[in-house]
């Protein structure tokens, strides 16, 4: 080895001892005759001492170095002087006088400081990744994101789960999201697909008798871009035979409590894990991955108004709507133009419009309320008493905003969450520190797609129905409940699982009902059929997004961030330039041709 | 959880006990009333009793039981009666009083026993690899190559080194074998390629400072199948800043030893690896990695038969050539047509042809030997002080036969290096216990390309050169030495490895000599000049392949019997059908039209 110690490791037990490091510059400063160099491996810093009363040629070789250069030093640790120790550093209370240098390789000079943490832009980031690596905040996710597998390894390895590769090259089967396509050379006209996920693999793994299978797969959709998306990403893929809802949330509950005390202890969060219903969370927060953080639930003021004489209130619930309200803390003195604005985003997530009631500008106690310091345009329709019982019902205080909407259910509920979430935001209500985990059960099994007019499976086709539910299957499929669990944390639903159909004619009539036909159904799924008929456990699954629990984990705000070698948001990698244009003759061996007149 | 212990952990110190388990019935034999059932599931068997006596209604529905079906039994552990233990099952002590039972899913009769180790067509295997990875067998390879795996990633783990997903969709770099085409959807007439391997991802996470990087990682070859190659496969990719060549082989016969000793303790194999030069092993063993396992090492006989009377020898070798041979032990009976055969595989395999030199029947001490036990065409050319002498140089006795190359030096190693492994394994002089490890250095930099007429890496072009052959590199590019460690396993390379180039120049002179133009250097590669620029650290890394080394430890012939969903030779996925048509809107979307009419 170049080095015998690595530069974070340098401490005062070490003192007097002789040591080679080799490393990058990190930073240069010269004083006097004297040149001090901090030096970085992937440890952390130490700081090098050339004085040219040591070693002149050392000293005159040591006169050349700029930042990024690699070098390789040898010398002897050393105590820095009285005054000089740098507490910050895990080594400042150390220096390394060096006795020689070797140049292991030269740097031109960055096109950003890798030696500070200041914004760069994004693509000059990505461009030079290799440089952007470099940085503290980089080489903690990096870190990070191994120490996280490593312990969910370990966690599944200590629990019977057996890690098994799956093929990604599968036969495309268009259900959900579009496929990468790969053309076959040896079968001309035809195409393999890059896996989305392995979930009919390890749902035959389980008819195989593994009983308990993971694998930390790469999965391809080729959706649209975003900051947030990328073409290939990393899940927790996760199967288990003989299990019900309830083994499965213990067992993530588990692993992800056991995850965040080892690798990120720092960070608060509540156990048990909530258990909550996707009808009820719906309700009180009108989005299926609530951010638990923070409260500003969604109240109903249906009982208080519905006698009101604010006709838009009462006519609303005589024609079975609902009125629904959050309360906004310190906000009652929000301006025309900043209330327009959430009336705006109201209508643009389905509600007809937004009955704002600001209470006043200071902050006090609602029994000590009086109407003057009530503005809205409902408050000459209601009684200060009804404004209290709405208050209270929302927790608003004198000095908040209460936003109250009324129309249809689920459309008062969306216009409200999104309200809740894009506030929270804004008021920063949510602890950045905290953890707020929780398990979302009872979703529909169907949903109804009013675009294509037939049913669609709530997550996927090889979901479970409720026991009890089955003989609504055919007649009334919307009231079917799934065996469905989600794991949410954040605001974002970081696990979707359920209970599996393990049945034949289950499956086939799911299928039916979702609109496949026969033949359909054969093509896609009839290897999973036909399996199911030789000895199908009943099992379990799950699969949570890797790289979001690391991104989460890190504090990150976009999953780019924990992701060595992402591609920008049109898809490219900057790195690499991919993707590119190939010769005819690579064209020509998979049997197909180019449109070059789009 | 349907279960609350595994069958095979059921023994005589839980006797008395109550147990819940489920799991896949066996085998069923009915004894007068008695009915049992051997249960399994992924730890093991363990024999479960339905006595009519016991409760009948349970009895009535253990009647309807085949092979297969998925079951939960409840009942207590008892001894089993005295003479009826078996002593070759770990649970065969005890068994299973029954009292209740659920039969949680039936199964049709498998097409092949998955309680019996029996061969079953490839085709039929693969068609129901569900069931045929319930087979002992293939369970067992499973759970070795989660062990090899879950060895492989603590080892590395401990030493500081960190797993980084590097992405699968590239820009396609045609160098070596065949690329995977991904046509974009978003860049029409763009491709991007499926990784061949992580190699300049890996090397720009050195110039990243990362130090110490590994990746169980997935990788694609359109290549032609064979019985043991698969369209995709499975290597540790590692590399590692601020090393030598000793460095790495020190890591890996660590890494290697301590994998045998804990996955496989029953393995034999001899430390330290040794560490052999290839120009010498072409010479022993004629070919780059040889089977170790046994000796019959090419011996060369220039010296003796230089100045003898056989024109073949004396001739050759006064064109320059030489004259080499290998003792076959215990074949001095074999007759005219088996020599025959092996002539032609030595033509076939680039020798003229081949002199045969039989020491008789019967075995015996060589200083004994007389001309009479003695057969060959050359016999009455030589004396029997050149032929002891010859017999002495192959280590042969009585009894053996003894094969003679004469001509061009690597056509003669060729050949009777072909012949040594084809004898080797047909008189099975290899312990198939035994794991015979070595390294293989020291091997050309390039290796000239006569049907191109041009150098070619002789394994890829990111190798560094010897520092003391660098004044050779433009002048006799073939002198030139590379910086390789392969390391090589009972006759297979398993891992292939260098030190690389660091520095910008070297590489852009070592593509030149490679004949590709600044055009195409920029463009296949020149995101990794332009990152050695920026401060690349010295580094080196290797490249084991995991589907191998789990077939050899496993002891299985072909790495398919150790992938749970392999394709089989026609590229075709059994299960699956894989590849398929995609409809024509899926293939508008990626701008591509197919070629039907070939």
Not at 219 to 241: H, K, N, Y
């Amino acid at each position: 080895m170049l080095k015998d110690r690595n530069c974070g490791e340098i401490d005062e037990k070490l003192i007097g001892q002789s040591v080679t490091l080799a490393g990058w510059v990190h930073r240069r400063r010269d004083h006097g005759n004297l040149i001090f160099i901090d030096l970085r491996d992937r440890t952390g810093l130490v700081q090098c001492v050339f004085n040219p009363e040591q070693d002149s040629e050392t000293h005159h070789l040591a006169e050349s170095l700029r930042i990024e250069y690699v070098i390789q030093v040898s010398g002897r640790i050393s105590p820095r002087p009285q005054g000089t120790e740098n507490r910050k550093l895990a080594t400042g209370a150390v220096e390394i006088l060096v006795e020689s240098l070797v140049i292991l390789n030269e740097s031109k000079t960055p096109p950003f400081y890798v030696n500070e943490d200041v914004d760069v832009d994004e693509s000059l980031r990505l461009k030079f990744r290799y440089l952007d690596l470099r940085r503290e905040r980089m080489r903690n996710n990096i870190i990070l994101r191994h120490n996280v597998v490593t312990f969910i390894r370990q966690y599944l390895n200590e629990r019977g789960f057996l890690e098994i590769e799956t093929p990604i090259l599968l036969k495309s089967t268009p259900e959900g999201a579009r496929d990468y396509l790969v053309p076959s050379r040896l079968y001309p006209g035809k195409f393999y697909a890059l896996a989305q996920s392995p979930q009919q693999l390890k749902q035959l793994l389980m008819v195989a008798g593994v009983e308990r299978y993971y694998q930390i797969a790469r999965c391809f959709r080729d959706e649209d871009l975003r900051a947030d998306r990328q073409m290939e990403f990393t899940q927790l893929d996760l199967e288990m035979s003989f299990v019900d809802e309830d083994d499965m949330m213990t067992l993530l509950e588990g692993l992800f409590s056991s995850l965040v005390e080892n690798v990120a202890p720092e960070r608060r969060f509540n156990q048990p894990f909530p258990r909550l219903r996707y009808a009820d969370i719906m309700e009180r927060y009108g989005c299926d991955k609530p951010d638990l953080r923070f409260g500003m639930e969604i109240a109903d003021l249906s009982d208080i108004v519905a006698q009101s004489l604010f006709g838009v209130f009462s006519g609303t619930i005589a024609k079975g709507g609902v009125v629904k309200a959050i309360g906004v803390p310190g906000c009652g003195k929000y301006t025309k133009s900043q209330i327009e604005e959430l009336i705006e985003t109201a209508k643009k997530n389905g509600a007809g419009g937004l009955v704002p009631i600001s209470l006043g500008n200071e902050a006090g106690v609602l029994a000590n309320l009086t109407m003057e310091h009530v503005k809205s345009v409902a408050a000459k329709y209601l009684t200060l008493d009804q404004i209290q019982a709405i208050a209270s019902r929302c927790e608003a205080q004198p000095g908040d905003l209460i936003l109250i909407a009324a129309g249809d259910r689920n459309r008062v509920n969306a216009a409200l969450g999104t309200l809740r979430t894009e506030l929270g935001g804004r008021l920063g209500l949510a602890d950045p520190n905290a953890l707020a985990f929780a398990f979302v059960t009872d979703f529909p099994l169907f949903t109804w797609n009013q675009e294509d007019e037939r049913w669609q499976p709530t997550h996927h086709p090889f979901t479970s129905p409720w026991e009890q539910d089955l003989p609504l299957l055919e007649a009334e499929p919307g009231k079917v409940r799934g065996r469905h669990y989600d794991l949410v944390l954040n605001g974002y639903e970081i696990a979707g699982g359920s209970i599996r159909i393990h049945k034949t004619e289950l499956q086939r009539k799911v299928f039916q009902i979702l609109g496949h036909t026969e033949e359909r159904i054969q093509a896609l799924f009839g290897q999973l059929l036909d399996a199911f008929e030789y000895g199908a456990p009943p099992h379990g699954g799950v699969a949570p997004g890797i790289d979001r629990v690391v991104a989460i984990l890190a504090g990150e705000p976009t999953i780019r961030e924990v992701i060595p070698f992402p591609k920008n948001q049109a898809g490219l990698d900057l790195l690499f330039g991919s993707p590119s244009e190939v010769s005819q003759a690579q064209i020509d061996a998979v049997h197909i041709s180019v449109k070059t007149d789009q």
